[in-house]
């Protein structure tokens, strides 16, 4: 199939797959294999080791490239192996910059282990293209952004980074994670790479780590191929296919996480008791109208403010519907204590700069009754 022929939904099922030539399985099969018989000496099917390729994987990579609009697809072992790849294909002396609110993870990615190879990293607030044009250096050949971020819910102007990073020769590259291709698509903005935790929605169900790098761009999935091949931090067969079934109901799931997040951010917004609701789906949030152009809606991913850590800790301990657990995008709703948890590994400082406090709690909204999640929100609030 031609996947531009076909809207999201018929991709989400269908892009990158055919029943099976040998047995005719509509399901792609599990290539559970390590190597592959040669016809000759260099000559194979298209396929010689399971590092370098697997027929599960890219039916999983082109199937997600479909989702966003790319032309090719990179699999990775994790979201954090995806990004440092996309890292990698720089060299040392080479300046990134980053968004100062995206996953702790990446902060401490490349804060920590990256720049003690020579990668010199600026944190700027994104949100403001100014901030994003005072850091270019001579050397800046990457700027890295998340949208919305993880947990603040900071929105940044995809299409002006990606003017900024044109005018400067760099690549764009946009952490698509909460939105998911369903909500927005960054290549049609003018981003040159989409990366994914498809451990997350594109997973949906709390089975897989994985991550995953979407572009177009010829030179960056060259050099993203010999990174798979070179670095072998590749997803197992079973991984992929998880995924790939869970891509099959990404436009059901997302529109339920949608209309979930909508109804739980309102009534927490008109709750005395949450200081401050994180989501951009609401009309006051500072970059609403930002969000609705470039987004189609708005998830299940926002965050309250408690006031203080005891307050945060007792609502995390009251939920019932709501588990504390690390992690966001399956079917079932979480609660996470970002300072503590996501974002432990970044300094106490740099996290309150962002506005990361301690009585800042995350929501991933799942798609149960949305009735009762809000009964157990209202029954787990601190009274004031």
């Given at each position: 199939?031609?996947?531009?022929?076909?809207?999201?939904?018929?991709?989400a099922?269908?892009?990158?797959?055919?029943?099976?030539?040998?047995?005719?399985?509509?399901?792609?099969?599990?290539?559970q294999?390590?190597?592959?018989?040669q016809?000759?000496?260099?000559?194979?099917?298209?396929?010689e080791?399971?590092r370098?390729?697997?027929?599960?994987r890219?039916a999983l990579e082109?199937?997600?490239?479909?989702?966003?609009?790319?032309?090719?697809?990179?699999?990775?072992a994790?979201?954090?192996?995806?990004?440092?790849a996309?890292?990698?294909?720089?060299?040392?002396?080479?300046?990134i910059?980053?968004?100062a609110?995206v996953?702790?993870?990446?902060?401490?990615?490349f804060?920590?282990?990256l720049?003690?190879?020579g990668l010199?990293?600026?944190?700027?607030?994104?949100?403001?293209p100014?901030?994003?044009?005072?850091?270019?250096?001579?050397?800046?050949?990457?700027?890295?952004?998340?949208?919305?971020?993880?947990?603040?819910?900071?929105?940044t102007?995809i299409?002006?980074a990606?003017?900024?990073?044109?005018?400067?020769?760099?690549?764009?590259?946009v952490?698509?994670?909460?939105?998911?291709?369903?909500?927005?698509?960054p290549?049609?903005?003018?981003a040159?790479?989409i990366?994914?935790?498809?451990?997350?929605?594109?997973?949906?169900?709390?089975?897989?780590v994985g991550?995953?790098?979407l572009t177009?761009d010829g030179?960056?999935?060259?050099?993203l191929?010999?990174?798979?091949?070179?670095?072998?931090a590749?997803?197992g067969?079973?991984?992929?296919?998880?995924?790939?079934?869970g891509?099959?109901?990404l436009h059901v799931?997302?529109?339920?996480?949608?209309?979930n997040?909508?109804?739980?951010?309102?009534r927490?917004?008109?709750?005395?008791?949450?200081l401050?609701?994180?989501?951009a789906?609401?009309?006051?949030?500072?970059?609403?109208?930002?969000?609705?152009?470039?987004?189609?809606?708005?998830g299940?991913?926002m965050?309250?403010?408690?006031?203080?850590r005891e307050?945060a800790?007792?609502?995390?301990r009251?939920?019932?519907l709501?588990?504390?657990?690390?992690?966001?995008?399956?079917?079932?709703?979480?609660?996470?204590?970002?300072a503590a948890?996501?974002h432990?590994a970044?300094?106490?400082?740099e996290?309150?700069?962002m506005?990361?406090?301690?009585?800042?709690?995350r929501?991933?909204?799942?798609?149960?009754?949305?009735?009762?999640l809000?009964n157990?929100?209202?029954?787990?609030?601190?009274?004031?």
């Amino acid at each position: 199939m031609k996947p531009d022929n076909y809207r999201f939904a018929t991709r989400a099922i269908r892009a990158g797959q055919q029943p099976d030539p040998t047995t005719g399985a509509i399901m792609t099969p599990i290539y559970q294999t390590s190597t592959y018989a040669q016809e000759g000496i260099g000559v194979h099917k298209g396929f010689e080791y399971a590092r370098v390729s697997n027929p599960t994987r890219s039916a999983l990579e082109a199937n997600v490239a479909a989702l966003e609009g790319a032309d090719h697809g990179a699999a990775f072992a994790s979201g954090v192996a995806a990004i440092e790849a996309l890292a990698k294909l720089h060299s040392a002396g080479d300046h990134i910059i980053c968004g100062a609110n995206v996953y702790g993870g990446t902060d401490r990615l490349f804060r920590q282990v990256l720049s003690r190879l020579g990668l010199e990293f600026s944190f700027v607030d994104t949100r403001d293209p100014v901030a994003i044009e005072s850091a270019l250096r001579p050397n800046t050949r990457m700027i890295f952004i998340e949208t919305p971020t993880n947990p603040l819910m900071h929105v940044t102007d995809i299409a002006a980074a990606a003017q900024i990073a044109r005018r400067q020769g760099a690549r764009l590259v946009v952490d698509n994670t909460f939105a998911t291709p369903y909500f927005q698509r960054p290549l049609e903005l003018g981003a040159d790479a989409i990366v994914h935790s498809s451990t997350k929605y594109l997973n949906g169900h709390s089975d897989v780590v994985g991550g995953i790098v979407l572009t177009s761009d010829g030179e960056i999935i060259e050099g993203l191929r010999f990174l798979q091949k070179s670095a072998g931090a590749v997803p197992g067969p079973m991984d992929c296919w998880l995924v790939l079934r869970g891509t099959k109901t990404l436009h059901v799931r997302m529109a339920a996480h949608d209309r979930n997040g909508r109804r739980i951010a309102e009534r927490l917004h008109q709750d005395p008791r949450a200081l401050r609701v994180f989501y951009a789906g609401l009309p006051d949030h500072p970059q609403h109208e930002l969000a609705r152009r470039q987004m189609s809606g708005f998830g299940g991913m926002m965050s309250i403010e408690l006031g203080d850590r005891e307050r945060a800790e007792r609502f995390c301990r009251a939920t019932r519907l709501f588990t504390l657990a690390e992690s966001l995008g399956g079917v079932e709703s979480l609660v996470s204590h970002p300072a503590a948890m996501t974002h432990a590994a970044v300094p106490q400082a740099e996290r309150e700069a962002m506005g990361i406090s301690e009585g800042l709690v995350r929501l991933s909204v799942g798609i149960e009754d949305v009735d009762d999640l809000l009964n157990d929100l209202d029954q787990a609030l601190p009274k004031r």
